[in-house]
């Protein structure tokens, strides 16, 4: 869509319940039948990574926030719309791809998109525009500077805001012995991506992109916020939160799992209190959003799947090193309930990690640990 001009730290009992919803009613995201409210729900109405921006960060970034009653009204129609009518899940939209190429399964881009229809449909805001490039001539042509993910406005205080969002997956290991816990210790579960670089990315090259000239001339009107939008999962070893997390930012009622290598996560299984009423699920990447509700014919023994995480971690096939090397998330389950008879519901999630794992991902965490130069912000 694009319209042109004319938190203090605490401890979980590993493979335990996540935080959202111990202290009331269970969260639409997590409890509704279909998935795609369960998706649409965790985009608009999950709690956010952060409850601030770190010191550092200077005066001109901020954390995203909704109008005063919009999520509120949101989630009320959101409970009581027909399920048919909302976007499809990535797995419905893989079964028939769009012809001309256009619809991205990518997971982020997915995230985006509900957020977008939620801003759409919000009372008291007004979605002026989504993902639009901003271009720049020069002397080689056209460079795309970037894309700005969400415009909307305000009409109560006719204020424009730009909204940059990510949902974002990380795993927080060990840094350097006797150094604090740092942004750069949350990475990514292929490695790629650290939280740090992420946030630092968003606030110096994505909020700054909306007040540039190229913006400005293909926007209706001048921003007057540049906010983050940032949801996600953060996952701790064991499950076992560290001291200092409010220092990074990280709210206190963020979404959290754990990690642990395949044999750490057998014993623990296999010990719970509750192991006999217990079954378990990997989850595809596209089913990372919300919490998972799963057939029971869908679902494993612990014992079942450790056999197969241990095949797949053993994998000799040259061609298959990513099966080796990549973590998996997999879900704790319990029934539904009496009245939802052979629907099993998320308990806890977690990655199960293959060997060596770890190691890299410290190796990852510990690179460029030095503050950025003044200015680089």
Request: aromatic share 6%.
């Amino acid at each position: 869509m694009r319209e042109l001009k004319p938190d203090p730290a605490q401890a979980i009992r590993p493979g335990g319940p996540v935080a959202a919803g111990a202290d009331g009613p269970e969260p639409l995201w997590r409890t509704a039948a279909s998935q795609r409210v369960r998706d649409l729900a965790w985009c608009s109405l999950s709690p956010p990574l952060l409850s601030h921006l770190p010191a550092g960060y200077g005066a001109g970034a901020a954390l995203a926030h909704w109008p005063p009653g919009a999520q509120a009204a949101w989630q009320r129609w959101l409970e009581r719309a027909d399920p048919a009518t909302l976007p499809e899940t990535i797995a419905e939209l893989s079964g028939h791809p769009d012809p001309t190429g256009n619809r991205s399964l990518r997971l982020g881009r997915h995230a985006e998109r509900l957020l977008h229809f939620a801003l759409h449909r919000a009372e008291g805001i007004e979605l002026v525009a989504a993902n639009v490039p901003i271009r720049r001539a020069n002397g080689h042509g056209i460079q795309t500077l970037g894309e700005l993910d969400v415009i909307w406005r305000d009409p109560a205080s006719a204020q424009t805001v730009h909204w940059e969002m990510a949902a974002k997956f990380y795993l927080m290991v060990d840094g350097q012995p006797g150094t604090p816990p740092d942004r750069r210790n949350f990475v990514g579960p292929n490695l790629v991506d650290r939280l740090g670089d992420k946030l630092d990315h968003i606030v110096s090259r994505q909020l700054p992109l909306g007040r540039v000239a190229e913006a400005q001339a293909v926007l209706t009107h001048p921003i007057d916020r540049s906010e983050v939008y940032l949801l996600g999962w953060l996952f701790y070893h064991d499950g076992r939160l560290p001291a200092g997390l409010d220092a990074l930012g990280i709210a206190p009622d963020h979404l959290h799992g754990w990690w642990s290598t395949l044999d750490d996560w057998a014993a623990r299984a296999q010990a719970h209190p509750a192991a006999a009423n217990t079954r378990w699920c990997r989850l595809p990447r596209a089913d990372w959003l919300s919490g998972a509700r799963v057939p029971e014919a869908q679902t494993e023994s612990a014992a079942v799947l450790h056999t197969a995480l241990a095949q797949r971690f053993a994998d000799p096939h040259q061609a298959h090193s990513w099966r080796r090397e990549a973590p998996v998330m997999v879900c704790e389950l319990a029934p539904a309930g009496p009245d939802q008879p052979g629907i099993w519901q998320e308990r806890s999630r977690g990655f199960v990690v293959p060997p060596g794992w770890q190691a890299r991902a410290v190796e990852r965490a510990t690179i460029d640990r030095s503050p950025p130069a003044a200015g680089s912000r």
